[in-house]
Structures are given as structure tokens and as C-alpha cells.
């Protein structure tokens, strides 16, 4: 999922969420961009969120390989991200089908115009893929009111249309793939190819046949973005 918003149901996965799926599954695809914001979706500062998985315990392992990926974001911000078992989380997660190793998440707190019991972000099932992490912070990063980098306006991405037609409808190229506009709704940094917010990128979507390939960490302007966006008091 990208910056978009989870669809109604919950059964369909969110179409913020759908559209990572489906990069995702074209395994080929990548993701790179230094952090796109949008702070007026962020959240408010040294505010607590209450992060739920739909259907696990507080116990299982899922919960703390999802913390495990969540506590790097939260290393760099004032928010605190609070697991809580029930069905009422400002943030509330679901697993994917087998198989689907993508993700989705509403971006910010547009988490808050999704009503219960409908998720708002969606990740794969099987903690133990290689690519785990890398889903859980790329969602938790729109979660935070990061869009996708390969977005931003200086990313030039020769889009091949054709082929992105062939693949995705017209919203899922603007949600997902298509430039943001350059305003001030946006807070831009440089682009970053290395940002966890950017997909890999299959050389058959683009004109220039090139790989772009996706960071599976925090870059440094990622985590620069995070301390912007939600600055922690000074050390005293
Ligand atoms: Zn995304």
C-alpha cells in the first residue's frame, strides 16, 4: 500500500494497501525515495498510539516481529506506539492471505476517518519472509504521514504507460506511482532513492529499462523525516 486510503470492506484489502500489494507481487518491483510528509496528516506530537492486530495475541510472535520493525521509526520520534490486544486501536492491522507479501496503510491520521472494525493497514502473514521488515516499515512509515518517494516530484521516473496501464487502473497509478503535486500540502526533502518509501522498480514499468532498487532499511534522510516530522525534546 501507498498513500491511499483502505477501502471499505474488510475483506478486500485497502486500496492504499492494494496498490503496495500489487507492486509488491510483481516481485520485481522496488521502492526508493527520500521521505515525502504531509504534515497535516501527521499525528498529534508526543501523542500515543494504540496499535492493534486483528486476530493475535499479545504474545505471539507476529506482534513483536512487528514491533521489533515499528521500534526503528519510534527510536527517531516523540510518538509512542502502545500494542494493545482488542479491536478498537487508532491503528488497527490486519494479516494478508497466505502468500501476499505486500502491505497498505492509511497515511497519518487519516487511520482516523476509517471506522471500526475496518483496518487500516494491512501486512503479510508470514513474519519469517526476508522482506517482513521491510513491509512493516515502509506501512509504518505512511502510518506516520509519509507518502511514497518515487512520487516525488524530482524522482523523473520515465514511467512507461503503457505498462503501467496494462497493470494498474488510473487511481492505482495516482495513488501509488504517478508524481505528487509539487505544493505546499507536502513537505519535501530532496529525493532519496534510498528511503524505505520508494518501491523497487521493475525495469519493464519504466522507459529506460533500468532497475531501481529498494533500500531494505532506514535510509538516512528517513530518518532525518522522522525527526522533523516528530521532533523529540532535547537531551537535558
Ligand atoms: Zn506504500
Redesign the pocket.
Known amino acids: 500500500?501507498?498513500?491511499?486510503t483502505y477501502l471499505a470492506s474488510p475483506s478486500p484489502p485497502p486500496s492504499?494497501?492494494l496498490?503496495?500489494t500489487s507492486?509488491a507481487q510483481a516481485a520485481s518491483l522496488s521502492?526508493n525515495r527520500r521521505s515525502v510528509g504531509e504534515p497535516g496528516k501527521y499525528w498529534p506530537q508526543n501523542s500515543t498510539i494504540k496499535i492493534t492486530i486483528y486476530d493475535c495475541p499479545m504474545d505471539d510472535p507476529y506482534v513483536q516481529a512487528v514491533k521489533n520493525a515499528a521500534s526503528q521509526w519510534q527510536a527517531h520520534i516523540n510518538l509512542n506506539f502502545e500494542f494493545v490486544s482488542g479491536e478498537d486501536g487508532d491503528v488497527r492491522i490486519t494479516q494478508n492471505l497466505p502468500g501476499d507479501n505486500s502491505?497498505?496503510?492509511e497515511v497519518g491520521i487519516d487511520a482516523k476517518n476509517t471506522s471500526l472494525p475496518y483496518p487500516t493497514m494491512s501486512l503479510p502473514m508470514d513474519h519469517t519472509a526476508a522482506s517482513f521488515e521491510l513491509v512493516v516499515l515502509?506501512?509504518f512509515?505512511?502510518m506516520l504521514g509519509a507518502?511514497?518517494e518515487h512520487q516525488h516530484p524530482d524522482a523523473n521516473i520515465p514511467w512507461n504507460q503503457a505498462s503501467l496501464d496494462a497493470r494498474f487502473t488510473p487511481q492505482q497509478q495516482q495513488v501509488?506511482f504517478l508524481p505528487l503535486p509539487r505544493n505546499d500540502t507536502y513537505d519535501f526533502s530532496p529525493y532519496d532513492g534510498d528511503s524505505v518509501?520508494h518501491?523497487s522498480i521493475d525495469p519493464a514499468w519504466v522507459t529506460d529499462n533500468t532497475w531501481r532498487s529498494r533500500n531494505a532499511t532506514l535510509s538516512a534522510d528517513d530518518i532525518d523525516w522522522a525527526k522533523k516530522a516528530y521532533p523529540k525534546p532535547p537531551v537535558s
Open positions: 500500500m501507498i498513500s491511499g492504499h494497501p496498490n503496495d507492486a521502492r502491505g497498505g496503510s515502509h506501512e512509515g505512511h507518502h511514497h501509488n518509501m518501491y
